[in-house]
């Protein structure tokens, strides 16, 4: 069965850090597609940031590159998302999204709140 667990949300002042993770259980990350998602109030979810294959690929939205950065731990089974420099449009509820191959369709996580304000 496919499991993801996020952690790691919070309030954080603007300029500030944080570091989100997703324990998956049920399925190998490193033969999947990942990804973090985010919906903040009012808005449509949307992709922030997705890292693929064995040979490592990986992806993010125009408003956060260069202060969010993806990464995984294969012996862990989990995924990461460090997010620096945080802005008040950061704010919403960050989700794990798992493509895992040899299953259908997609999985996703309960999600994780994150608040930047001051």
């Known amino acids: 069965q496919v499991q993801l667990v996020e952690s790691g949300g919070g309030l954080v002042q603007p300029g500030g850090s944080l570091k989100l993770s997703c324990a998956a259980s049920?399925?190998?990350?490193?033969?999947?597609?990942m990804n973090w998602y985010r919906q903040a109030p009012g808005k449509e979810r949307e992709l922030v940031a997705g890292?693929?294959?064995?040979?490592?690929?990986?992806k993010y939205a125009d408003s956060v590159k260069g202060r969010f950065t993806i990464s995984r731990n294969s012996a862990k089974n989990t995924v990461y998302l460090q997010m620096n420099s945080l802005r008040p449009e950061d704010t919403g509820v960050y989700y794990c999204?798992?493509?895992?191959?040899?299953?259908?369709?997609?999985?996703w996580g309960q999600g994780t709140q994150v608040t930047v304000s001051s």
């Open positions: 049920g399925f190998s990350i490193s033969r999947s597609a």
């Open positions: 999204n798992a493509i895992p191959e040899g299953f259908p369709g997609d999985s």
């Open positions: 890292i693929t294959g064995i040979i490592i690929g990986k």
